[in-house]
Nanobody, 118 residues
């Protein structure tokens, strides 16, 4: 079982920055692919950014060049640095941990609200 706890959300003006953090328990954090997803009111949850156990990354087109995902395996933490924020980035952001081997493991955090507004 992996528990994920997000932090760092809040209210920011357009053009501003936030850094989200997701702390995980568990001894094999480094083996998980970690992702950030978001869900805006009335919309489906969507992938924002993902980082593999080998630190390969991919991003949604809407955030490329503005957001950066990273991980610190020593701290069991994954980060999402969000720059040049736009009102359309407003959503609840969720952390995800995924591991597929003989069995499949998929865990979610409780979410953190990000609001971009003047």
């Amino acid at each position: 079982q992996v528990q994920l706890v997000e932090s760092g959300g809040g209210l920011v003006q357009p053009g501003g920055s936030l850094r989200l953090s997701c702390a995980a328990n568990g001894r094999i954090f480094s083996r998980y692919a970690m992702g950030w997803y978001r869900q805006a009111p009335g919309k489906q949850r969507e992938l924002v950014a993902r980082i593999t156990s080998e630190a390969g990354t991919n991003y949604a087109d809407s955030v490329k060049g503005r957001f950066t995902i990273s991980r610190d395996n020593a701290k069991n933490t994954v980060y999402l640095q969000m720059n040049s924020l736009k009102p359309e980035d407003t959503a609840v952001y969720y952390c995800n941990a995924y591991l597929r081997g003989i069995l499949e493991y998929n865990y979610w955090g409780q979410g953190t609200q990000v609001t971009v507004s003047s």
